[in-house]
C-alpha cells in the first residue's frame, strides 16, 4: 500500500511538469514572460494597504500618471500583481479599480492579456485565460463577442503570419461554435466550396444541442447527421477545424464515431491533441 502511495505522490509531483510540457508542445518558441517593475508594484501596494480613502486617492493618481498612455503595460502589471497577491481580500477590488480608474476599454484589456496565453507562468496563463473570458460578454440568449480576436487573427493572416494557437484553443475552450465560425471569417475563406460544408456541420451539430435543450429529443439523444458531420470535421485538412470536432466530442463523447478521439488524441496539431485527451467539462 506504502509503494502505491508513494507512486501516486510521485505522480502528483510531476503533474505541474506535464502541464507545462503539455502547454509547451502547443505554444512552441512563443513563450512569453512578465518582469514586474517596481515602481508599479510599489504603488499596487500602497492601495491595497491605504487606511484610507483620502490616502487610497493619492496614491491612485499617482498611478494615473504614472500609466499616462501605456495601459497594456499597466494590465500587464496589474495581472501579475493580481496572480502573486491572489490571497489578499483587497486584490479583486483593487484590481477593479485600477480598470476603472484607466478606462481600459475591452479592446485594450484583450490585446494586453491574449499574448500571456502564452506566458510561460501557469498562473498567469490561468488568471490571463480567467480574465479574457470576463471581456467576452458571455450570455444565455447570445454567443460571446470575439471580434477583437478576430481582428488580431486577421491580423496575423495578413501579414502571412500563423495565428497565435494558445488564442485559438482559448475561443474553442470558450465556445467552440462560436470559435469555428470566427476562424471562418477571420481566415478570410472565400470558395463556398470551402465554407458551406463547415457552416452546414456546426448548423447540424447546433441543431441536435437546441433540441435537446428545449426537450425536442432526450439529453442523451444523438442524430445520424450530426455524427456524420463530425466525422468529415475530424478529417479536415484545417486543424482548427479537427479542433472543434475534438473539442465537441470532448464534452458530448456520445457524438463520436468509434476511433474518431483516438484519432484525434494522435493529431498532428498539439491543440487538437490537448483537446481529444482533455476531460470532459
Not at 67 to 87: N, P, R, V
Not at 159 to 165: G, L, V, Y
Not at 257 to 280: C, F, H, W
Request: glycine share 4%; net charge negative.
Amino acid at each position: 500500500m506504502r509503494h502505491f502511495k508513494s507512486i501516486a505522490a510521485i505522480l502528483m509531483g510531476l503533474a505541474p511538469f506535464f502541464a507545462a510540457n503539455a502547454h509547451a508542445q502547443i505554444a512552441g518558441s512563443n513563450s512569453v514572460g512578465i518582469s514586474p517593475f517596481a515602481n508599479y508594484q510599489d504603488s499596487f501596494e500602497r492601495l491595497a494597504k491605504a487606511a484610507d480613502r483620502a490616502s487610497f486617492d493619492a496614491e491612485m493618481a499617482r498611478l494615473v500618471e504614472l500609466i499616462g498612455t501605456d495601459q497594456s503595460t499597466a494590465i500587464e502589471q496589474l495581472l501579475w500583481y493580481s496572480t502573486k497577491h491572489d490571497q489578499h481580500e483587497k486584490t479583486p477590488a483593487l484590481v477593479g479599480g485600477v480598470i476603472k480608474i484607466i478606462g481600459a476599454s475591452n479592446e485594450a484589456m484583450i490585446r494586453a492579456l491574449v499574448p500571456h496565453l502564452d506566458n510561460v507562468d501557469s498562473e498567469l496563463r490561468g488568471r490571463a485565460a480567467r480574465w479574457l473570458v470576463g471581456c467576452e460578454d458571455h450570455s444565455a440568449v447570445r454567443p460571446p463577442d470575439f471580434s477583437i480576436y478576430r481582428a488580431i487573427i486577421e491580423e496575423d493572416i495578413r501579414a502571412n503570419r500563423e495565428p497565435q494557437i494558445t488564442l485559438v484553443r482559448h475561443m474553442f475552450q470558450s465556445d467552440a461554435a462560436a470559435a469555428l465560425l470566427t476562424m471562418v471569417r477571420a481566415c478570410q475563406l472565400r470558395d463556398p466550396a470551402d465554407i458551406k460544408p463547415i457552416l452546414w456541420a456546426e448548423h447540424t451539430v447546433a441543431d441536435l444541442l437546441w433540441k435537446r435543450r428545449n426537450g425536442f429529443v432526450g439529453p442523451k439523444d444523438t442524430s445520424q447527421e450530426a455524427v456524420a458531420e463530425l466525422e468529415t470535421l475530424s478529417r479536415h485538412s484545417l486543424w482548427w477545424v479537427r479542433l472543434f470536432a475534438a473539442e465537441v466530442i470532448r464534452n458530448i463523447p456520445e457524438l463520436a464515431t468509434p476511433g474518431m478521439k483516438e484519432r484525434l488524441q494522435s493529431d498532428e496539431n498539439g491543440a487538437v491533441r490537448e483537446a481529444a485527451t482533455r476531460k470532459q467539462d
